[in-house]
């Protein structure tokens, strides 16, 4: 059966693609672009680039049908990992070690992440061998942006390959005509990936930032210097082989050019490598689009899947045989619960027209309850209230014990006033009745006259060491009169030794409250 695929990818602000029709081994590619992704289509709004792919797609004659994405190195994670065999177990068991151990030496968020593997090497039979492991991780935001796009280019995904494995596939029938791994070098938008390709399998990939492909000179020399650079990052690694040779993918002056300065300055061999038999690409494609595109057509026409992060491979579900059991405990329940289903129903029913009547009456308790408590604090607050009246007669003997002979000093008259506030405090966050709290004070206005200053010095000087009370002039002094005003609290002070009693001396007769000194002193 034959099948339309298209490769694509999106890199450097570039989109390049190419269509091909499988029919049996062989792979003919008909169509590509090559397309700079324009300045009104924001590249990293997944949908807005999806709408302009379609449309490029459909101006360049490609089908929009499945579509196989490639992946820039630079945005998945490869790590080399090694297990026992005989922990390995089955498949499954595998995907899942792999999955654990990515996970405990990735950076980012393993939830969400498409994880897929490769095994390089069984190193035979032996159970004491390990097995060895090529591990890619594509991070969810990544995975989730090619998705969306599918979705708004109306593509469905075949597959999301890492373009160095195309590459690697495309040359791992020549790796394998080489004692040691080869070093490939592929050409994109706006970097060089360095392949090293061992027995026809990827073993290691590096990017690096390159000028566009058109500038030849500076790509050539960048991709030398990077060529060495990859070299001895590849050596470093535990299971490094020596590289045997370098490969560029295709035939032209271009790849001639490109072996031979990255050759030299690794000081190995290199050889141009042309496309595989069952490939069959445009007579009229130019060689630089062929070199730019290379790593898509190794993954449209490769013919073992390496890495696919639509389709990753899944660790077993440890949870799956409890699910069963749990199934089929319910479904018994079922089964043998429903009769008493029907009896509980009934029950229910009749429980429900209790628990509203219970509802009803104690919305009703709870009305009175509040109306129960708005009246208590009401009374509360009155009483409080009332009981803040101070013993104004205490607080005149008070003053009185303390003023001087009436012959020396007299009062004009005396009066006071109280300023009182009730406040509440909940008691552990609910009303209590105890919480409600009287705060006053009280004040008494002295005016009278005297013989002298010192008389009322003195007074001054008594008042305050009694220490009941705060005491303040009203209007400037004057030689024979004196106006005091004393603030305190409402209950009056304790009694102190009464003085000596004064000969009597006849109030000013002038009108006066009741309670006041003019009155005490006709007393």
Partial sequence: MSQNLVGLTIEGGRLSA??????????????????????????????????????????????????????PRSEVVLKRLRFPRAAAGTESDLAGMVRLQMARQLTMAIEGTAIDYVRLSDEGDNPSTPISI????????????????????????????????????????LSQQHAGPVLAIGVGASAIEFVVVEDGKLVFARAAESPPIDGTDSLVQRAAVEAKRTWMSYRVGEDAAEVDAVVIPGVGELSEQLGRTCGEALEMPWKSAPLPTHVELPPQMPEAERLLLAPLVGLVAERTTTFDFAHPRRAPDLGAKRRQAVLA???????????????????????????????????????EYAAFLLEDARAAHLARWSAADPDWIAHLRAIADRLPNPKDATLDQISGRLASAVVFEPVQGQYDRAGWKANGTVTFSLPGRMKDR??????????????????????????????????????????????????????????????????RGAR
Avoid: H
């Fill in 454 to 519: 010192d008389v009322a010095n003195d007074l001054r000087l008594r008042l305050i060491a009694s220490g009941a009370y705060q005491l303040d002039s009203s209007g400037a002094d004057e030689p024979d009169r004196f106006s005091f005003e004393l603030t305190g609290p409402a209950q009056p002070p304790a009694a102190s030794p009464k003085p000596a009693p004064a000969p009597a001396m006849p109030a000013t007769p002038t009108p006066t409250a009741p309670g006041t000194a003019g009155e």
């Fill in 18 to 71: 190419i269509a091909a029709a499988t029919s049996g081994d062989r792979v003919r590619f008909r169509s590509w672009l090559d397309s700079p992704v324009p300045s009104d289509v924001d590249a990293r709004d997944p949908a807005a680039l999806g709408a302009w792919v379609a449309r490029e797609l459909e101006r360049g004659g490609l089908p929009a049908g499945r579509v196989v994405i490639g992946v």
């Fill in 134 to 173: 090529l591990a890619a991780a594509l991070p969810a935001d990544r995975l989730a942006f090619y998705t969306t796009m599918a979705r708004a280019a109306k593509c469905k995904i075949d597959r999301i390959g890492l373009r160095a494995a195309g590459l690697a596939g495309l040359l791992g029938p």
């Fill in 329 to 367: 405990s319910l479904l018994a329940l079922i089964l043998l619960g429903g009769v008493g289903y029907l009896v509980a129903t009934r029950e229910l029913s009749s429980l429900r027209s209790r628990l509203q009547a219970a509802n009803e009456k104690l919305g009703g308790l709870r009305k």
